[in-house]
């Protein structure tokens, strides 16, 4: 490939002084077990070229991502995308991009539960939900759900054809 062949150097520990050659089995197994064989590990960074021909890897972010290359956060939305993915359900990820890991998102926004699409949050039913996170169930236009793992999803629905909505966007 591209890269056969080249060293990537990572900092030392405390990312100071000298650098040691990376080889990605020296990654924790448990980031390459996780998922068996049922997805993958993203790894994003940024390099810099030293003079030798070698690189020097200066940040680093590693993404766990399914068998369909669909990101997830936890083990819960792991099987939640597994679930809507075995279904069959049209749906939109939800990605944490510049936002805090503490704000509240949708994992997935179900597209076929009829006229209004369906936001799905996961949430430990055992605490209460915080304040940003009741602000966002209570905003209108979408439907929302707080799940857990093992319930059904919401089931599909139809789309209602409206006078001025063409017959191939009805159907969609």
């Known amino acids: 490939g591209a890269g056969e062949g080249k060293q990537i150097f990572l900092p030392a520990p405390g990312w100071r002084g000298s650098a040691s050659p990376f080889h990605p089995?020296?990654?924790?197994?448990?980031?390459?077990?996780?998922?068996?064989n049922q997805g993958h590990l993203v790894v994003a960074g940024s390099f810099a070229r030293r003079s030798q021909g070698t690189f020097d890897l200066i940040e680093v972010a590693l993404m766990p991502v399914t068998g369909e290359w669909l990101p997830y956060e936890s083990s819960d939305e792991q099987y939640l995308i597994a679930k809507a993915v075995a279904e069959k359900r049209r749906f939109v990820k939800g990605m944490r991009v510049n936002l805090d890991a503490s704000a509240p998102i949708a994992s997935l926004v179900l597209k076929d539960t009829g006229e209004d699409a369906t936001a799905i949050h996961i949430h430990d039913g055992d605490t209460k939900a915080s304040e940003p996170l009741e602000a966002l169930l209570a905003c209108e236009g979408v439907i929302h759900m707080v799940w857990k793992e093992g319930e059904p999803l919401p089931p599909r629905g139809s789309r209602r054809r409206t006078s001025d909505t063409p017959p191939e966007r009805a159907a969609a």
């Open 25 to 36: 089995q020296a990654l924790p197994p448990e980031l390459w077990q996780a998922q068996g």
